[in-house]
């Protein structure tokens, strides 16, 4: 396994359009999550996944955000009606069930660029 | 909610000088992990540090975890062009779900 694989790498896309990001985890691990990064700022906690269900979800996540795991593999993250303040570099992470640490390990993100 | 103050924000040095940066917080974190994000990449683990007071070397960076496990510091000894990134820490909580907090983030540049 080469690790996390996000897909695809830089989006450009109208306002209004919708797009949709794919994440291919770490083959073994069953908790996987979804980050927002800006120009200057750490990853924001968008949503978490254990295996199939979604655990938790941030208020920054409007009602125009989705994100599935429906086989508790791969997971997608969907953005309707996409806004120019959804510019962004969207990370996804995965991690396995420990004990006390939340080590998560990152892909390489998907560039959203909304013109 | 969980906030982790780093500091400096930013940090431009000679190669070869030695440097710190910190991430503190209020709370209290089971964990503490630090990363290093290059532009455009994702963000790549470094060193997960868990028991208070625990000290980890990785080669030229040494990582120390507070007493009270609410902050963290990251040394580096002889810094090099190649060290140059993004450092962010990442705590997880004490309970609920495992999601991490993350700092804002020092950004490191190093100058042959």
């Known amino acids: 396994d080469t690790g996390v694989s996000q897909d695809p790498r830089h989006k450009i896309t109208k306002r209004g359009q919708n797009v949709t990001f794919r994440c291919d985890p770490i083959?073994?691990?069953?908790?996987l999550y979804w980050y927002r990064q800006t120009l200057g700022q750490g990853p924001e906690f968008l949503t978490y996944?254990?295996?199939?269900?979604?655990?938790?979800k941030s208020r920054l996540l409007s009602d125009r955000f989705s994100a599935e795991r429906p086989k508790g593999s791969f997971s997608t993250l969907e953005i309707q009606r996409t806004e120019q303040g959804d510019s962004a570099m969207y990370l996804c992470?995965?991690?396995?069930?420990?004990?006390?640490?939340?080590?998560?390990?990152f892909g390489q993100g998907t560039r959203l660029t909304v013109v | 909610t969980q906030l982790l103050e780093q500091s400096p924000q930013f940090l431009s040095i000679q190669e070869g000088e030695n440097l710190t940066v910190y991430c503190n917080s209020s709370?209290?974190?089971?964990?503490l992990q630090w990363y290093r994000q290059e532009p455009g990449e994702g963000p790549v683990l470094l060193v997960t540090?868990?028991?208070?007071?625990e000290v980890k070397k990785l080669k030229r960076l040494t990582f120390q975890f507070g007493d009270a496990r609410k902050d963290s510091s990251l040394h580096i000894t002889a810094a090099q062009p190649g060290d140059t990134g993004l450092y962010l820490c990442?705590?997880?909580?004490?309970?609920?779900?495992?999601?991490?907090?993350f700092g804002k983030g020092t950004m490191l540049l190093v100058s042959p």
């Open positions: 996944f254990q295996n199939e269900a979604q655990l938790e």
């Open positions: 992470a995965s991690s396995s069930q420990g004990a006390r640490n939340t080590e998560a390990f």
């Open positions: 083959s073994e691990h069953n908790r």
């Open positions: 540090v868990v028991t208070g007071g």
């Open positions: 990442a705590g997880g909580p004490i309970s609920g779900y495992s999601t991490l907090t």
């Open positions: 709370s209290v974190f089971s964990s």
